[in-house]
C-alpha cells in the first residue's frame, strides 16, 4: 500500500552542525507535506509544511525541500542545537480538503536526531 | 492557556475494563482527531470529526468509541480493553484556511494494559 518512510532511523550530529533528515514517500498523489517534531514525552509539534506546487521552503533555521520526480522530501535544520534534540516525522496527505474536516495525515516511521556536545 | 489538553496523562488499567479519555481545545478549530502512537513511534490516524461529525473512521475496533459533544471536545471511551491498546493516544485539532491545514497535537495520555 502507500507509504511514508524515511531512510534513517538514528542521526547523530555535532552541535553547530547542519542536519538533514531524509523522507520517502509513495503516493503520487500527495499533495502536501509537514514535518513533526516530537521531544520525549510530548505531542507533535509543527515545524514547516510545504505544498506539492512548491520545491523549497525556509523557515527559522529550517529548510524544506520536496523533490516530486522522486518522491522526495529533506528537512533541513542549520546550526543544530541540544534543544534540536527529537523524533522527526515527515506526514503527508494527498488531497487539500478545504472544508468538511479531516486531512487524513500519514506519519513516516520518524527518524531519532541526537545532537552532541 | 494550552492549545489541545488531554487528561489524563497516565492510565494504567487491568484487561477488560472500560476506560475513556478527554480531549479540550481552545483554539476554535472545526475539526479534531486521534491518533495513536505505538511503542516503535508510528503514528496512525484513528479518527476525525468536523463540527461535531464523524469524518474519518480509519477501521478502529468497536470498542474505540469517540464522542464530540462540542466542536472543542472529542473524547475516546475505550471498551473491554486488551494488551494491545497498550499505546500513547494523542488528540490533534485543526483548521483548514486557504493556506494553512496544520494539525495541532495534545501533549497524549499513556494508555498501559495489564
Known amino acids: 500500500g502507500e507509504s511514508v518512510g524515511l531512510h534513517l532511523p538514528t542521526l547523530s550530529v555535532q552541535e553547530g552542525d547542519n542536519s538533514i533528515i531524509n523522507c520517502a514517500y509513495s503516493n503520487s498523489a500527495s499533495d502536501y507535506f509537514i514535518w513533526y517534531k516530537q521531544e520525549s514525552g510530548k505531542g507533535p509539534q509543527f515545524i514547516i509544511d510545504i505544498r506539492s506546487n512548491m520545491d523549497k521552503r525556509q523557515g527559522q533555521r529550517v529548510t524544506v525541500l520536496l523533490n516530486k520526480t522522486v518522491k522526495h522530501l529533506s528537512l533541513q535544520i542549520a546550526a543544530t542545537q541540544p534543544g534540536d534534540s527529537a523524533v522527526y516525522f515527515c506526514?503527508?496527505?494527498?488531497?487539500?480538503?478545504?472544508?468538511?474536516?479531516?486531512?487524513?495525515?500519514?506519519f513516516g516511521t520518524g527518524t531519532q536526531l541526537k545532537v552532541e556536545l | 492557556d494550552t492549545a489541545v489538553s488531554q487528561t489524563p496523562k497516565y492510565l494504567v488499567t487491568q484487561m477488560g475494563n472500560d476506560k475513556s479519555i478527554k480531549c479540550e481545545q481552545n483554539?476554535?478549530?472545526?475539526?479534531m482527531y486521534w491518533y495513536k502512537q505505538d511503542s516503535k513511534k508510528f503514528l496512525k490516524i484513528m479518527f476525525s470529526?468536523?463540527?461535531?461529525?464523524?469524518?474519518i473512521n480509519e477501521t478502529v475496533p468497536n470498542r474505540f468509541s469517540p464522542k464530540s459533544p462540542d466542536k472543542a471536545h472529542l473524547n475516546l471511551h475505550i471498551n473491554s480493553l486488551e494488551l494491545g491498546d497498550s499505546a500513547v493516544y494523542f488528540c490533534?485539532?485543526?483548521?483548514?484556511?486557504?493556506?494553512?491545514?496544520?494539525?495541532?497535537f495534545g501533549p497524549g495520555t499513556r494508555l498501559l494494559v495489564l
Open positions: 483554539l476554535g478549530h472545526d475539526t
Open positions: 470529526y468536523n463540527n461535531k461529525e464523524l469524518i
Open positions: 506526514a503527508e496527505t494527498p488531497v487539500r480538503i478545504l472544508t468538511g474536516g479531516g486531512n487524513k495525515l500519514t
Open positions: 490533534a485539532s485543526s483548521q483548514v484556511t486557504q493556506t494553512q491545514e496544520t494539525q495541532y
